[in-house]
């Protein structure tokens, strides 16, 4: 069974910057999109960025447009999200997802789940 692990979150102050990184086990990784969700409390799970099986194609909600970066090495099993600018409202735990599809879209078809890595951005 595939698993993701993330790693890189941590409490960083509003402008600063972190990266995120999931590692995938498995044979499969390179076929199928990821993406990077998050989750703060009380809000339900939204999804931040994705990206494509080839890393060609790539989405991200409005709200972080511009300030973060989602990539993918597909030798290493990896898949990354880099994070600047970050705003008091990008604290959520965030979480790496497997699509069931090499490509982003249906953005909803997400259905492997890491455990999260929580980020805290303080004011």
């Known amino acids: ?12 102050q509003a402008g600063g910057s972190l990266s995120l990184s999931c590692a995938a086990s ?7 999109a990821m993406g990077w969700f998050r989750q703060a409390p009380g809000k339900e799970r939204e999804l931040v960025a994705a990206i494509s099986w080839s890393g060609i194609d790539t989405y ?7 300030r973060f970066t989602i990539s993918r ?26 699509h069931l599809l090499g490509a982003i879209y249906p953005l ?6 890491g455990q999260g890595t929580q980020v805290t951005v303080s004011s």
């Open 1 to 12: 069974q595939e698993l993701l692990v993330e790693s890189g979150g941590g409490l960083v």
């Open 26 to 32: 498995g044979r499969t990784f390179s076929s199928y």
């Open 73 to 98: 090495d597909n030798a290493k099993n990896t898949v990354s999200l880099e994070m600047n600018s970050l705003k008091p409202e990008d604290t959520a735990v965030y979480y790496c997802a497997r």
């Open 60 to 66: 991200y909600t409005d709200s972080v447009k511009g």
């Open 108 to 113: 909803d078809d997400f259905y492997i789940w």
